[in-house]
């Protein structure tokens, strides 16, 4: 018996033709959706920039920084080393001058911190700085000039307090390395308490007086977004002792390490 002719309705035949027209045109469409967008274009001129938030400017304006020191921000800063004592005259007011042995290199351990604040600058950031000081020894060799010309040693116990400020400039020196230095008057507090061989004690006092002062420091960028560095710092001053001992001429040269913090991170350098 011949096979039966299976014939497929004109309809059906008619709709499998729509179907195999339409399927490539949803393939491309559903490509083309599928394609990603391109990212924000970064702003190419300054009129492009006007319209955008201040912070958000200075990011696209200045991306290679990992740190962002605006106006008006406080940078906190701790240090603590060594104040090389170069000049130590007190006048005696009459019983004669006293001052350090000339083959003793004098050294007072010394603590401190303060602040930077910026008022203005890119390049260059500059603005107001102030700082406090403490160092002290208790067993400084001097020599004591006495009537006759009679040299008398003494040991001073010497206690120093000093609060400074002035201006300050500051610069990152590539990205991870900043440079600063400043400069001003300074205030200075002593109390002075001397020895002699013989176990006795002269005549202390506590004075005050003021003079001038220079820094300047080299900081490192750690990991963290904090700094850490290095930096030394000039001082001379007179302080009154009162009308017994007179006035006392203190020069100094000191090294210290700083820490610093109070940068902000800018958000293309979230790791930092």
């Known amino acids: 018996m011949p096979p039966t002719e299976v014939r497929t309705p004109p309809a059906a035949l008619a709709r499998s033709r729509s179907i195999q027209v339409a399927l490539p045109a949803l393939l491309l469409a559903g490509l083309g959706a599928c394609r990603t967008s391109p990212g924000p274009r970064r702003p190419s001129s ?4 006007e319209p955008l938030a201040p912070a958000l400017r200075a990011e696209l304006e200045d991306p290679g920084f990992p740190l962002s020191w605006q106006v008006g921000q406080v940078l906190l800063q701790g240090f603590g080393g060594v104040k090389y004592l170069s000049d130590f005259r007190l006048d005696g007011n009459g019983s004669g001058p006293i001052e350090l042995d000339e083959d003793e290199v004098e050294v007072l351990p010394m603590v401190g911190g303060g602040a930077q604040w910026k008022l203005t600058g890119r390049a260059f950031d500059l603005g107001l700085e102030g ?4 160092a002290g020894r208790s067993d400084l060799e001097a020599f004591a000039a006495g009537g006759g010309g009679a040299v008398v040693a003494i040991d001073v116990n010497l206690l120093l307090f000093e609060a400074y400020g002035g201006v300050f400039a500051s610069r990152f020196l590539g990205e991870r390395v ?9 205030l200075s507090w002593v109390s002075y308490d001397p020895d002699d061989d013989d176990g006795g004690s002269g005549d202390d006092a506590d004075g005050s007086g003021g003079g001038a002062y220079a820094r300047a420091g080299l900081e490192f960028l750690l990991p963290s977004g904090r700094l850490a560095g290095l930096g030394v710092r000039w001082s001379e001053s007179s302080i009154d002792l009162g009308r017994e001992l007179g006035d006392l001429e203190l020069g100094a040269l000191e090294l210290f390490v700083s820490y610093s913090y109070g940068y902000q991170p800018r958000r293309s350098y979230v790791g930092f």
């Open 178 to 186: 900043r440079l600063h230095g400043g400069v001003g008057p300074l």
């Open 46 to 49: 300054a009129q492009e920039l």
């Open 131 to 134: 700082f406090l000081s403490f």
